[in-house]
């Protein structure tokens, strides 16, 4: 009688001709850790400063907020100063402004940089891979055609 081929074992065989190597996967996850390391400290040296010059902002607002707040003996003296704290209040929302924006244009620059070093990183991360990958499928299907050849 005829023997029923088994198709577990021919598959089994098949799988162990092309093994499967995770260190590709290793080194994208490694890579991608390292990006997501890098962004984390972007934005979190960001939100450090836009705290500290919030911080100051409110501190200076205070420190004006004082002068309005005082008894003034004539009554233009209350005038010239809510007009001297409304003037220096645009003057201080000018600067904190400019240097939010500063903030912003650092996190931006840097987050460009970091991307474009990410991209040339997995770029060569995914050639590399590519080739040994392509080099082991063809060492395996000479070893499987030498051993369909053999066994003819």
Not at 38 to 58: D, G, P, Q, R, Y
Not at 127 to 150: F, G, I, L, P, Q
């Amino acid at each position: 009688m005829t023997k029923t081929p088994d198709f577990a074992k021919v598959m089994q065989d098949m799988m162990a001709s092309f093994p499967v190597d995770s260190s590709a996967m290793q080194n994208a996850f490694k890579t991608q850790a390292a990006l997501a390391e890098k962004m984390s400290k972007v934005a979190l040296e960001a939100a450090e400063k836009s705290t500290e010059i919030t911080a100051k902002w409110t501190k200076d607002t205070i420190a004006k907020m004082a002068d309005v707040s005082k008894a003034k003996t004539e009554p233009t003296d209350y005038t010239k100063s809510v007009t001297d704290f409304a003037s220096a209040a645009a003057e201080m929302a000018a600067e904190n402004l400019a240097a939010f924006a500063e903030v912003a244009k650092k996190v931006q620059m840097e987050t460009v940089e970091l991307m474009l070093a990410a991209g040339k990183d997995m770029s060569e991360d995914a050639t590399a891979a590519v080739k040994k990958a392509t080099n082991e499928v063809s060492v395996a299907a000479k070893k499987a055609t030498s051993a369909a050849t053999a066994a003819k």
